[in-house]
């Protein structure tokens, strides 16, 4: 059986309209991930990690929404204080589409142990990103300039590296049921 999940990245579609939000779930929208990497009117994306800001009023009422609706919340992107104000609002489980182990590569991206475990507590799936600058610590910026040491580290990357954060989701949850693989390869 196969099957298609259609999301999408970034609540910016939705502006601040719930009225929205039920229209795209009606023509098939199943995920929504609350945040690309910058803020919006659900809540802040990771760019804004310093704001410490989570979910807004809005994004609360949103997160409800989905979970009356059936739309999976994904809080790949966003802020750490965002994913925490989303496991307590969300009374559904929640995704990480595409989100790492921080505790292997420091990418803000990236989820903690404490989210790890949270995630898997409510029954969410935290699906392994394949892109390097996920699973390695690397500048991204100097590897888009072609600095080569940045480069070699980004070739360094092999299957094995994307394992190491399937067994490290293993260890820290002491299952395999929360866990996906979300290549984040964008086509």
């Known amino acids: 059986r196969i099957s298609f999940i259609v999301g999408f990245e970034g609540g910016e579609a939705i502006e601040q ?3 929205l939000l039920r229209i795209f779930y009606r023509l098939v ?3 929504l991930t609350l945040t690309l990497n ?3 009117a659900i809540a802040d994306g990771v760019s804004w990690q310093r704001s410490k800001g989570g979910l807004t009023e809005f994004g ?3 997160v409800e929404e989905c979970n009356k609706l059936g ?3 994904d809080i790949s992107h966003i802020t750490d204080a965002g994913f925490w104000d989303v496991m307590e609002v969300s009374k559904e489980p929640v995704i990480a589409s595409h989100s790492n182990c921080r ?3 420091s990418h803000m991206r990236n989820l903690t142990d404490d989210m790890i475990k949270a995630l898997a507590e409510k029954g969410g799936v935290q699906g392994v990103n394949y892109a390097p600058f996920f699973l390695t610590d690397m500048d991204f910026s100097k590897v888009r300039a072609g600095d080569q040491k940045e480069m070699e580290k980004a070739k360094s990357v092999t299957v094995e590296t994307v ?3 399937i067994d ?3 260890e820290v949850t002491e299952s395999t049921d929360n866990i996906g693989l979300g290549s984040d390869f964008d086509g």
Do not use: E, P, Y
């Open 29 to 31: 929208l199943t995920r």
């Open 60 to 62: 609360v009422s949103a």
């Open 71 to 73: 739309i999976l919340v």
């Open 103 to 105: 505790a292997l590569c």
């Open 163 to 165: 394992v190491n954060h």
């Open 38 to 40: 910058n803020r919006n």
């Open 17 to 19: 309209d719930l009225r």
């Open 168 to 170: 490290h989701i293993v």
